[in-house]
């Protein structure tokens, strides 16, 4: 065997051997991988052959038009809708699929829709407590009492949606925008690895939808944040990775920039 030839299968094991290592490090690095997703209702494609990765730790945003899928792929994600096809990855080795809603929020994966649910009869800070990741159990709900570790806990979170001030106040007397942030905050007290958000600054004033732009970049590294948005100002403020979707499918992703000059995107989005 010529010296020319050994050298260029040298070269192809290298190749192979780096591209092992590069995928590798990409699993690793995803929080969720969605492979060749499809779901139909009715007839109807909702999804179709659907693929895409999250990374651990970073921040999303989904735009699309109306029927894109945006929802059914969340619904796929929390267990809500079972895809006909296709797979939901979570941390590189759990199905989505075999588990139920509960057992998904369990794992950490944690969802908010577009209209906020609190308890609006408890205080700010009664929510965050009824909230807290602890023994559910009627005896431990009954007589549980919120030691200095638990304060300490639901400060910071109380710190980090900016309802500090709000702590006593009765839930049902905030403002949209900040029931918005107290159900965040709900969901931060579950310490949840991947946060799925439903237009989230649907309702919300100019300075809420400003300062809801700064919570959710605060958190960028601490969380993995997956945000459907039909606001574009929003979405340009969080200057993260863009997905768009249109008809079930992957039409393009991007940084912001490059997403709004697409001519596809122009097309079925945002030229509409």
Not at 36 to 64: H, P, Q, W, Y
Not at 123 to 136: D, H, I, R
Request: with cysteine; charged share 25%.
């Amino acid at each position: 065997m010529s010296d020319v030839t050994m050298d260029n299968k040298e070269a192809q094991k290298k190749e192979l051997d780096s591209s092992s290592a590069s995928s590798a490090q990409s699993n690793k690095d995803a929080i969720l991988e969605i492979s060749n997703i499809s779901v139909s209702f009715d007839g109807f494609k909702a999804l179709n052959d659907l693929s895409m990765t999250f990374m651990r730790n970073e921040l999303r945003c989904i735009i699309g038009p109306n029927g894109a899928g945006k929802t059914t792929m969340m619904d796929c994600i929390t267990g809500k809708t079972t895809p006909d096809e296709g797979t939901c990855i979570f941390n590189n080795n759990v199905d989505l699929s075999k588990l139920s809603e509960a057992e998904i929020a369990l794992i950490g994966i944690g969802r908010k829709f577009q209209k906020p649910t609190v308890f609006e009869n408890h205080t700010v800070f009664e929510n965050l407590e009824l909230a807290m990741k602890t023994n559910k159990t009627v005896f431990f709900s009954l007589f549980a009492v919120v030691d200095d570790v638990m304060r300490d806990r639901i400060s910071e979170i109380l710190k980090t949606v900016n309802l500090s001030e709000h702590a006593d106040q009765v839930a049902g007397r905030l403002s949209h925008g900040q029931k918005q942030w107290l159900e965040i905050g709900m969901l931060l007290m579950q310490d949840p690895q991947l946060l799925l958000l439903d237009e989230p600054v649907a309702g919300m004033t100019d300075d809420e939808t400003e300062r809801t732009g700064e919570l959710f970049n605060s958190l960028k590294g601490k969380h993995s944040l997956v945000v459907v948005e039909h606001d574009m100002d929003f979405v340009a403020q969080l200057k993260s990775m863009v997905t768009v979707l249109d008809q079930g499918s992957l039409l393009c992703e991007g940084e912001m920039a490059a997403v709004q000059s697409d001519p596809k995107v122009i097309e079925v989005y945002l030229g509409r």
